[in-house]
């Protein structure tokens, strides 16, 4: 049930924004989930920050709370947990059908 009261709330609060300001929020949130994403991959691992080979304790706090990442520090990082990365583009096209591009892949 609590989830449905976020929903309401989130629902509720785009109601009172611009379509620029739920954008920026957007954008905002999803820089944050990347944030948490890494640090539980990580956590996964069973390693603590000072664990992550190539990597020095203050920059791996660093690279799981930047706002912004190279990809070529990502590549580093999940290469040092062991992972591969890739990135793909989604468009959606006029039915509604998600069409999904590799743009890049990198094996572990």
Same mark, same amino acid.
């Given at each position: &049930?609590?989830?449905? #009261? ?6 509720? @609060?785009?109601?009172? &924004? ?10 905002? @949130?999803?820089?944050?989930?990347? %944030?948490? =994403?890494? @640090?539980? /991959? =990580?956590?996964?691992?069973?390693? !603590? ?16 709370? =930047? #706002? ?7 590549? !580093? ?15 959606? %096209?006029?039915?509604?059908? !998600?069409? =999904?591009?590799? /743009?890049?892949?990198?094996? !572990?």
């Amino acid at each position: &049930m609590k989830e449905e #009261k976020y929903s309401d709330f989130f629902e509720e @609060a785009k109601k009172c &924004m611009s379509k620029d300001s739920i954008r920026r929020a957007e954008e905002d @949130a999803n820089k944050i989930m990347l %944030n948490l =994403r890494l @640090a539980d /991959l =990580r956590k996964d691992a069973g390693r !603590s920050q000072s664990e992550i080979s190539g990597f020095r304790q203050s920059s791996v706090s660093k690279i799981e709370t =930047r #706002k912004d990442l190279k990809i070529s520090t990502l590549v !580093s990082y999940c290469h040092s947990l062991g992972l591969g990365v890739e990135i793909n583009t989604v468009r959606v %096209n006029q039915k509604g059908k !998600s069409i =999904r591009k590799n /743009l890049l892949r990198i094996p !572990s």
